[in-house]
C-alpha cells in the first residue's frame, strides 16, 4: 500500500519518435505504456500512456525495487507517456496539461529533431519548469560524440525557461544511470495541495474495463482516468462529468452534463477511500460503460455535483506567439493570427477547434467560437497550433480571460 505522506509527482516523457521514450519507462517502472495492439503493432505510441513507481532511497542509491531493508520510500511518481508523432501533437499536449514536471528524451546518436523542438515549446506553453532531460542512446555511439551531443543540448537550452535543467546521459536499453533520474526526480519539489476548492478531476482516459462475457451481476460501471488538480474526491461523492456526452439530434451535436457516484477510487494497483492532488488516478463510476469505452470521455472535467461553471462555445484568451513555427525543418516565421482564422486549442485535457472572431488592437487578445464546448475556468493555459501543410503546428500558447 502506498504510504499517504510520499511526496506525489506527475511526470510526462516526452521527445521525438523513436528515441526510446516508452523503453526507457519500462526501466523507470517496469512496465511498457504502449499496452494497445495498434500501438504494439505500429511501434509507436498513440494515445497516452500511464505507469507508476515508488522511488526508495537507500543509502546513497535511489531505485524502484529496494533490495535491502533499510531502504526508505521517498516518492510516489505517475509516469505520463506521451506520443512522440508529428501527427499526434494534440495528445502530447492533452499530457502535457496534466504533469508537473518533465523528462524530455533526446537520442545521442539522432540529436535535436524538429518534434523535440515541438515537444519542448509545448513544456514551455504549458507552464512546466521542472524539466530534466535525458541524453538517451549513448551506447551507440563514442565518448567523443556524446560530448559532442551533450554540448549541442546544453546550448539547445541556453537562454531558455529550462537552462539549468540536468542532462543525464542515459542507455535505458542497457539500464545506464537510470539510478540517476530517480535521484533527480525525487530533487523536484511537489506542488502544493489547494484543498480549500472544489475539486478539479482532468479526464484523459475513460475506459470499459469489463471483459466480453463477464455476467451482469459482475459488471463494473465505467472508469475515468486522470489527475485531480485540486479539491478531494472520496467513495461516495455524487459527481458532475462536463461537457459530458455528446448527442446528435437532427445534424446537430449537443452535449449533456453526466451526473454519476464514485463506486471506487484507485491509485495505481491500490484501492483507496479518498484521494487528493498528486498523482494519476482511475474513478470507477456507476455510469455505464458503453458511456466510458474507448477514451469517448476524455477532455472532460469532474467535479461535485453543482461546482463546475456552464460549458461555453464562445472563449476569450491572451495569445503570445512563438518566433517560428515548431516541428518542421528550416525556419517559417509564426505569421499574425487572422479573424474568421480557424485554430486548434487544448484546454486542459480537451482538444477543439476554434473560430476567430475578434481580434484586440494589439493582438494580444482574441475571442473565438468553438466547435466543442470547454468548462472554462478563468487563468487556465491554453496552447495554439495552426493547420500548417496539413499538420496542426504549435504557434504559441494563451490563458483563459473568460
Excluded at 111 to 128: D, N, S, V, W, Y
Aim: charged share 25%.
Amino acid at each position: 500500500m502506498v504510504d499517504k505522506e510520499i511526496p506525489e509527482l506527475n511526470v510526462g516523457v516526452v521527445g521525438h519518435i523513436d528515441h526510446g521514450k516508452t523503453t526507457l519507462l519500462s526501466k523507470l517502472t517496469g512496465k511498457f505504456t504502449d499496452t494497445h495492439s495498434e500501438e504494439l503493432k505500429r511501434g509507436i505510441t498513440i494515445k497516452l500512456g500511464y505507469a507508476d513507481t515508488i522511488i526508495y532511497k537507500c543509502g546513497n542509491r535511489y531505485v524502484n525495487k529496494p533490495e535491502e531493508k533499510d531502504c526508505i520510500p521517498v516518492r510516489y511518481v505517475s509516469f505520463i507517456d506521451a506520443p512522440g508523432h508529428e501527427m499526434l501533437m494534440a495528445t502530447m499536449l492533452s499530457g502535457a496539461a496534466i504533469i508537473d514536471a518533465a523528462i524530455l528524451v533526446i537520442a545521442a546518436n539522432e540529436g535535436i529533431k524538429p518534434q523535440t523542438r515541438e515537444h519542448f515549446m509545448a513544456l514551455q506553453a504549458k507552464k512546466i519548469k521542472n524539466i530534466i532531460v535525458v541524453q538517451n542512446k549513448i551506447d551507440l555511439i563514442s565518448k567523443e560524440e556524446a560530448i559532442k551531443n551533450y554540448q549541442e543540448i546544453r546550448e539547445f537550452l541556453k537562454g531558455s525557461f529550462a537552462e539549468d535543467a540536468p542532462i543525464i546521459p542515459v542507455s535505458a536499453q542497457q539500464g545506464v544511470n537510470i539510478d540517476k533520474i530517480f535521484e533527480y526526480l525525487c530533487r523536484i519539489e511537489a506542488p502544493k495541495k489547494d484543498l480549500s476548492q472544489p475539486p478539479i478531476f482532468l479526464v484523459a482516459r475513460s475506459f470499459d474495463i469489463n471483459k466480453p462475457g463477464t455476467p451482469i451481476e459482475e459488471l463494473k460501471g465505467g472508469v475515468l482516468g486522470g489527475i485531480l488538480k485540486k479539491g478531494k474526491l472520496k467513495v461516495g461523492d455524487e459527481i458532475e462529468i462536463k461537457p459530458g456526452l455528446s448527442v446528435k439530434k437532427a445534424n446537430k451535436l449537443s452535449y449533456q452534463t453526466l451526473t454519476t457516484k464514485i463506486v471506487s477510487l484507485h491509485k495505481g494497483t491500490d484501492s483507496v477511500e479518498e484521494v487528493l492532488p498528486g498523482a494519476s488516478i482511475s474513478i470507477e463510476t456507476n455510469l455505464d460503460p458503453f458511456l466510458t469505452k474507448t477514451d469517448s470521455l476524455t477532455g472532460c472535467i469532474v467535479s461535485t455535483k453543482d461546482s463546475l461553471p456552464d460549458i461555453t462555445y464562445n472563449l476569450r484568451i491572451t495569445v503570445n506567439l512563438f518566433e517560428e513555427v515548431l516541428g518542421i525543418e528550416g525556419h517559417q516565421k509564426v505569421e499574425p493570427l487572422k479573424t474568421k482564422e480557424m485554430l486548434m486549442l487544448n484546454v486542459n485535457t480537451t482538444i477543439t477547434i476554434g473560430t476567430i472572431e475578434r481580434i484586440s488592437k494589439d493582438g494580444k487578445e482574441i475571442e473565438l467560437v468553438l466547435n466543442i464546448p470547454v468548462v472554462a475556468l478563468k487563468g487556465e493555459n491554453v496552447s495554439i497550433a495552426r493547420n500548417i501543410g496539413g499538420h496542426w503546428r504549435l504557434i504559441g500558447w494563451g490563458e483563459i480571460i473568460e
